[in-house]
């Protein structure tokens, strides 16, 4: 194993770490997940995008 792919292994592996934890501290329950994503989010004051209300123009054209 090389040193890049070994690094690769450890940063996936910390990824499945910080899941696991994200997933456990919440039970699991993936829309109390996306709730307290959401705020922390907003609480960071930077700046985000939003496609949601791209798809809701898109759908609009769609029934045109």
Do not use: C, L, P
Request: no cysteine; charged share 30%; glycine share 4%.
């Amino acid at each position: 194993m090389t040193k890049a792919s070994n690094s690769v292994d450890t940063t996936i592996a910390d990824i499945h770490k910080t899941r696991e934890k994200i997933s456990d501290a919440f039970g699991g329950n993936i829309h109390a997940i996306t709730q307290d994503a959401q705020k922390r989010q907003e609480q960071s004051g930077r700046r985000t995008v939003s496609y949601a209300e791209a798809s809701i123009a898109n759908a609009k054209d769609d029934q045109s």
